[in-house]
T-cell receptor
Framework: DAGITQSPRHKVTETGTPVTLRCHQT?????MYWYRQDPGHGLRLIHY???????DKGEVSDGYSVSRSKTEDFLLTLESATSSQTSVYFC??????????????FGPGTRLLVL | QKEVEQNSGPLSVPEGAIASLNCTYS??????FFWYRQYSGKSPELIMF????GDKEDGRFTAQLNKASQYVSLLIRDSQPSDSATYLC????????????FGKGTHLIIQP
């Protein structure tokens, strides 16, 4: 299994509070991603990073920000959580190599409930 | 925006039979195609990728790609109850490592 951890694994918070989710990898992969997964929508890309301090928006980035100060860590922040951000959040990593660079490996996920 | 379509199922297959999962995609320029398996409450895990027309086999799994018709299939031979899961099809969003676009997944049930 790819060395990816996410923290916290479960979180309950209240509307309007800030929340930060952490993704940590031990694979030294260059690319990191945040997805959310919701019933009826599947996995959708929030933000991604192609290197330290290099990030870009995905298809559902509104209300989210990210930071990557080290290769191994990618943080997802909900500045002011809303109930619509209740979801399961997955981090993923990828790298150039013998497989297509788009090949992604997923972390265990974080279940977030916003009340 | 690229789209990936899958039948949500559930697809019910008897144990030992061949399970056939299908996926269509909108962008003719897509080059790589991925199949992930996701057990309930777990994260997606990569099963196979394919980027050439034709078949690619890995154990009991065979991926089939038809670029002219814009579909990719996953066949699971000798289906086992442990194959019961949701199967996700994905294509790259763009030309680089800028993420994947996923279908909503097909829920597969293998009946003992």
């Amino acid at each position: 299994d790819a060395g990816i951890t996410q923290s916290p694994r479960h979180k309950v918070t209240e509307t309007g509070t800030p929340v930060t989710l952490r993704c940590h990898q031990t694979e030294n992969h260059r690319y990191m991603y945040w997805y959310r997964q919701d019933p009826g929508h599947g996995l959708r890309l929030i933000h991604y990073s192609y290197g330290v301090k290099d990030t870009d928006k995905g298809e559902v980035s509104d209300g989210y920000s990210v930071s990557r100060s080290k290769t191994e860590d990618f943080l997802l922040t909900l500045e002011s959580a809303t109930s619509s951000q209740t979801s399961v959040y997955f981090c993923a990593i990828s790298e150039w190599g013998e497989r297509p660079q788009e090949t992604q490996y997923f972390g265990p996920g974080t279940r977030l409930l916003v009340l | 925006q690229k789209e990936v379509e899958q039948n949500s199922g559930p697809l019910s297959v008897p144990e030992g039979a061949i399970a056939s999962l299908n996926c269509t995609y909108s962008d003719r320029g897509s080059q790589s195609f991925f199949w992930y398996r996701q057990y309930s409450g777990k994260s997606p895990e990569l099963i196979m990728f394919i980027y050439s027309n034709g078949d690619k086999e890995d154990g009991r799994f065979t991926a089939q790609l038809n670029k002219a018709s814009q579909y990719v299939s996953l066949l699971i031979r000798d289906s086992q109850p442990s194959d019961s899961a949701t199967y996700l099809c994905a294509v790259p969003r763009g030309g680089g490592a800028d993420g994947l676009t996923f279908g909503k997944g097909t829920h597969l049930i293998i009946q003992p």
